[in-house]
């Protein structure tokens, strides 16, 4: 995931890496080293564009001892979190242990989570409080699936799911938040192809996505406000981009 700015606002540029269910704690220390190493012999300026890696669960203590050790400028955080703070919920993951981690961020609301595990916009509003209660920033994923796009209705479904996944948030948590659109369609797909252009129906446009914040709670614009899109990693792309 890559962010978009239009230089109009004082934006630092967000690249993030989902690494899902691969890598283990030992595979996770390796390639985050890898990726320091590639990005600082590239000369990246860490101050301008900000990394951040997302790896699963049982790689965060691996990732942050690495990260504190090594003085690495890279950030990361939890590819999901429990709407609740703790309690009988077996397999879930609080916020709060996230933040003893020290992640930084955490993704709410990816299209695996609301497809496989059916996940709800309410159940993902829930989940973005939850980040907020325990000083995390949400990256909120919000995007359409084939069908939906097919049907000419990709700008209202992905623009109701930002409505409905930011409701209640202060005008600082507006600002704070991450919004990573996602075209479902075009990811493992061979409509994939041109995904740039037909994409840019959502992403194309600042005040689409910046539309659902305005008015809600006293939020009347968010100029702060970055939005990532989605971008699987292929066998041509610079590992770890």
Same mark, same amino acid.
């Given at each position: 995931? +890559?962010?978009? +700015? !239009?230089?109009a606002f004082d934006r630092r540029p967000l690249i993030a890496g989902n690494w899902k269910m691969n890598l283990d704690h030992m595979q996770g220390i390796t390639f985050l080293q890898k990726l320091a190493w590639t990005l600082d012999d590239a000369g990246h300026d860490f101050s301008r564009v900000e990394v951040s890696v997302f790896p699963p669960f049982t790689d965060l203590r691996g990732v942050q001892t690495l990260v504190k050790g090594d003085n690495l400028e890279v950030a990361?955080?939890?590819?999901?979190?429990?709407?609740?703070?703790?309690?009988?919920?077996?397999?879930?993951?609080?916020?709060?242990?996230?933040?003893?981690?020290?992640?930084?961020?955490?993704?709410?609301?990816?299209?695996?989570?609301?497809?496989?595990?059916?996940?709800?916009? @309410?159940?993902? !509003?829930?989940?973005?409080?939850? &980040?907020? /209660?325990?000083?995390?920033?949400?990256?909120? $994923?919000?995007?359409?699936?084939?069908?939906?796009?097919?049907?000419?209705?990709?700008?209202?479904?992905?623009?109701?799911?930002?409505?409905?996944?930011?409701?209640?948030?202060?005008? @600082?948590?507006?600002?704070?938040?991450?919004? &990573?659109? @996602?075209?479902?369609? &075009?990811?493992?797909?061979?409509?994939?192809?041109?995904?740039?252009?037909?994409?840019? #129906?959502?992403?194309? #446009?600042? $005040?689409? +996505?910046?539309?659902?914040? /305005?008015?809600?709670?006293?939020?009347?614009?968010?100029?702060?406000? /970055?939005?990532?899109?989605?971008?699987?990693?292929?066998?041509?792309?610079?590992?770890? &981009?």
């Open positions: 995931m +890559t962010t978009s +700015t !239009n230089g990361y955080g939890g590819q999901d979190l429990s709407p609740e703070d703790s309690g009988a919920y077996t397999g879930d993951i609080s916020g709060q242990f996230l933040a003893k981690l020290d992640c930084t961020y955490v993704l709410v609301g990816h299209s695996e989570r609301r497809t496989i595990h059916s996940e709800s916009d @309410e159940l993902v !509003n829930r989940k973005v409080q939850a &980040a907020y /209660r325990h000083s995390l920033v949400p990256v909120l $994923c919000v995007g359409e699936g084939l069908e939906i796009r097919q049907a000419g209705t990709h700008v209202a479904s992905t623009l109701e799911q930002l409505r409905q996944g930011v409701a209640g948030l202060t005008p @600082e948590q507006a600002s704070a938040l991450v919004v &990573a659109y @996602e075209p479902v369609w &075009a990811i493992g797909t061979g409509e994939g192809r041109g995904t740039r252009g037909r994409a840019g #129906d959502v992403r194309r #446009d600042p $005040c689409r +996505t910046r539309f659902p914040l /305005r008015g809600r709670d006293g939020v009347e614009d968010t100029p702060a406000l /970055r939005r990532l899109g989605e971008g699987g990693e292929r066998r041509e792309h610079p590992q770890g &981009a």
